[in-house]
């Protein structure tokens, strides 16, 4: 009788295990996935991190951009505007005065030069 008994508690002790066994298998692949599904999340949270701080730069950049091209506009008007009044009658007129040059009665003009400038022979 005593083998019979063995035998029973052996196959019990063996089922046990092999139940352990499994439970700690299917403990160790909860545990796998956790572990991978917590690497995606930080991976992606990094990427996300990534992306906003480069749109936020690109944002910044583009802002400074913009306002470089209306210090450039406004000052394109400005010198416009002085190229405008350099070239007024008034000016000119205030800056021969200034450079004392004088006003000619007589203007001559040079002769004009023939078309033909070789003879042909």
């Known amino acids: 009788m005593k083998p019979a008994f063995s035998r029973s508690r052996t196959f019990r002790r063996s089922r046990q295990t ?3 066994a499994r439970t700690h298998q299917q403990h160790g692949r909860s545990a796998l996935f956790a572990v991978l599904a917590f690497a995606l999340v930080v991976s992606f949270g990094l990427l996300y991190v990534g992306q906003v701080n480069t ?3 690109s ?3 583009m802002e400074d951009l913009d306002r470089t091209i209306r210090d ?4 394109n008007q400005d010198l416009d505007l002085r190229a405008a009044a350099l070239r ?3 000016t000119v007129e205030q800056s ?7 006003v000619r009665a007589k203007i001559e003009y040079l002769p004009s030069i023939p078309e033909t400038v070789a003879l042909s022979q």
């Open 18 to 20: 092999a139940a352990r």
């Open 55 to 57: 749109v936020a730069t």
């Open 59 to 61: 944002g910044l950049a």
């Open 72 to 75: 450039l506009q406004r000052e």
């Open 88 to 90: 007024s009658l008034s």
């Open 96 to 102: 021969s005065r200034v450079l004392q040059l004088q």
